[in-house]
């Protein structure tokens, strides 16, 4: 199987920290795929053009983080995301939370890359707003998911290392000791530092 990722795509990332974790390396090959340079293979097989996609073993695609998490866990035992219940529901609520701060995160550069004069502040500041929030809201529910080894609680610190690489002057940490914590814990693994974004990107 392929994995089409770049290396600076939290979404990918994601993917890419699952697949280390549940040990198939080995049999998921990690793909480069610029997006904005539309390469034909990731056209082929996402019509949205967007990384992370994977080609599974038989030819048939897969796109977007959750979708591409859910198959790989569904390969191996050890499963990240619970098959149902009350469980399952919290893994999932929690990843939402997490893609829609990249999602946040992402647009607000995009944003700030454009000429000044064409930025929308407003906009910028809503994108803001939302992350801000969701901090709040994730320290102030840490006990649902700063223990656990899921898929909920590895979206989040995927999205807390983006905000480090593209929002630093976020200062996140400020007044969120907990998750702060939470944070060293899942970047000093093995998964994590693997698939850290190159510095210079
Ligand atoms: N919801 C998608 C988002 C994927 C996404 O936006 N990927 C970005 C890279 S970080 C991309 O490919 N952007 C290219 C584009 O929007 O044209 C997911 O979870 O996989």
């Known amino acids: 199987m392929k994995l089409l990722m770049t290396e600076t795509s939290p979404y990918a990332r994601k993917c890419r920290v699952l697949i280390r974790e549940q040990g198939l390396t080995e049999r998921i090959e990690e793909v480069h795929a610029m ?11 996402n019509p ?12 048939t695609p897969l796109f977007d983080s959750p979708l591409i ?3 790989i866990d569904s390969l191996d035992d050890d499963r990240w ?13 929690f990843q939402a939370l997490a893609d829609g ?16 004069e064409k930025q929308f502040d407003l906009w910028v500041q809503r994108q ?14 840490s006990d649902k998911f700063a223990g656990a080894f899921d898929l909920g609680a590895m979206s989040i610190a995927v999205a807390l290392g983006y905000l480090d690489f593209r929002y ?22 093995p998964s994590f530092e693997s698939t850290q974004p190159p510095a210079d990107a």
Do not use: H
């Open 69 to 71: 998490c859910e198959y």
């Open 128 to 141: 803001e707003n939302g992350i801000r929030r969701s901090l709040d809201l994730l320290e102030a529910e």
């Open 35 to 45: 997006p904005l340079d539309d390469p034909e293979e990731l056209l082929d097989c």
């Open 168 to 189: 630093p002057e976020s200062q996140w940490r400020e007044g969120r000791p907990v998750l702060a914590g939470f944070y060293e814990k899942w970047a000093s693994r």
């Open 81 to 93: 995301i619970p098959k149902s219940g009350t469980a399952r529901w919290r893994v999932l609520r």
């Open 101 to 116: 701060m990249l999602d946040l995160t992402v647009g607000r550069r995009v944003e700030l890359t454009r000429p000044k």
């Open 48 to 59: 949205l053009g967007k990384v992370p996609a994977l080609i599974r073993a038989d030819g």
